[in-house]
């Protein structure tokens, strides 16, 4: 397995990124498209795929994953608190990638998390039947899939999501390519933490992000996490 920090050479310093440059030297069996749109109630997103193969088999032995991220999550309360293992440990201190880290308390709070995966399909396998047989060089297969986001409260900006669509060898396990966009389709609204409140979000009842508060009930999403609905007469 390789190191997620320091890479397959195991040296002293960050390394994974000259892994990934070795990677994305090599020709990539196919090539991927794809778009992704928040339906009108933003209660789930539409993702489209779009594969084109370089070569042509009768079978096909690959199928497509779908990950939803979101660029940045944070909060205050206990469930947001990060442990830090490399608090007070010198002898990390020769990296400067990680002096924050050792110079930081063994507890984080509101330490932000960047490109943390709300939402999945297909993980470990693919979704079935997603790259159909016969495969023609040349010739692009396309795929839908509905990503259920309903019940999904750990969101805390809508318009601050992507997706990754990955195609798959189901034989042997290897992501041969992949492909990041921004999901689209939800409105822009409050962004900024609200100094005096803590409000982070406001939304209606539709789930629709607001300006401000308008008009009948509102629901502020605050910077700790926590939601609550207000009328506004």
Same mark, same amino acid.
């Given at each position: @397995?390789?190191?997620?920090?320091? +890479?397959?050479?195991?040296?002293?310093?960050?390394?994974?990124?000259?892994?990934?440059?070795?990677?994305?030297?090599?020709?990539? @069996?196919?090539? *991927?498209?794809?778009?992704?749109?928040?339906?009108?109630?933003?209660?789930? *997103?539409?993702?489209?795929? %779009?594969?084109? =193969?370089? #070569?042509?088999?009768?079978?096909? @032995?690959?199928?497509?994953?779908?990950?939803?991220?979101?660029?940045?999550?944070?909060?205050?309360?206990?469930?947001?608190?990060?442990? /830090?293992?490399?608090?007070?440990?010198?002898?990390?201190?020769?990296?400067?990638?990680?002096?924050?880290?050792? /110079?930081?308390?063994?507890?984080?709070?509101?330490?932000? =998390?960047?490109?943390?995966?709300?939402?999945?399909?297909?993980?470990?396998?693919?979704?079935?039947?997603?790259?159909?047989?016969?495969?023609?060089?040349?010739?692009?297969?396309?795929?839908?899939? %509905?990503?259920? #986001?309903?019940? #999904?409260?750990?969101?805390?900006?809508?318009?601050?999501?992507?997706?990754?669509? =990955?195609?798959?060898?189901?034989?042997? +396990?290897?992501?041969?390519?992949?492909?990041?966009?921004?999901?689209?389709?939800?409105?822009?609204?409050?962004?900024?933490?609200?100094?005096?409140?803590?409000?982070? %979000?406001?939304?209606?009842?539709?789930?629709?992000?607001?300006?401000?508060?308008?008009?009948?009930?509102?629901?502020?999403?605050?910077?700790?996490?926590?939601?609550?609905? *207000?009328?506004?007469?």
């Amino acid at each position: @397995e390789t190191d997620p920090y320091y +890479g397959s050479a195991a040296g002293d310093y960050y390394g994974l990124d000259a892994d990934i440059e070795q990677e994305l030297s090599y020709t990539a @069996e196919a090539s *991927i498209e794809a778009e992704a749109t928040w339906n009108d109630a933003l209660t789930e *997103i539409n993702a489209k795929a %779009r594969v084109t =193969f370089q #070569m042509s088999a009768s079978k096909s @032995e690959y199928a497509l994953g779908y990950l939803v991220t979101a660029g940045t999550l944070t909060g205050t309360d206990k469930d947001w608190v990060q442990s /830090n293992a490399l608090s007070g440990d010198n002898s990390f201190a020769y990296d400067d990638n990680l002096t924050d880290l050792v /110079n930081s308390p063994k507890s984080l709070v509101d330490y932000k =998390f960047h490109n943390v995966v709300v939402a999945a399909a297909g993980v470990e396998k693919g979704v079935a039947g997603s790259i159909p047989a016969p495969i023609v060089s040349g010739t692009a297969k396309q795929h839908s899939q %509905r990503i259920d #986001m309903g019940e #999904m409260k750990l969101i805390q900006d809508k318009d601050d999501l992507s997706l990754v669509v =990955f195609l798959l060898n189901t034989t042997t +396990g290897r992501i041969v390519n992949a492909e990041k966009v921004k999901v689209t389709g939800a409105p822009s609204g409050l962004h900024e933490v609200d100094a005096a409140t803590g409000v982070r %979000r406001v939304y209606n009842l539709q789930g629709l992000s607001l300006k401000g508060l308008q008009r009948g009930v509102n629901i502020l999403r605050h910077a700790d996490g926590r939601t609550e609905k *207000i009328l506004v007469k």
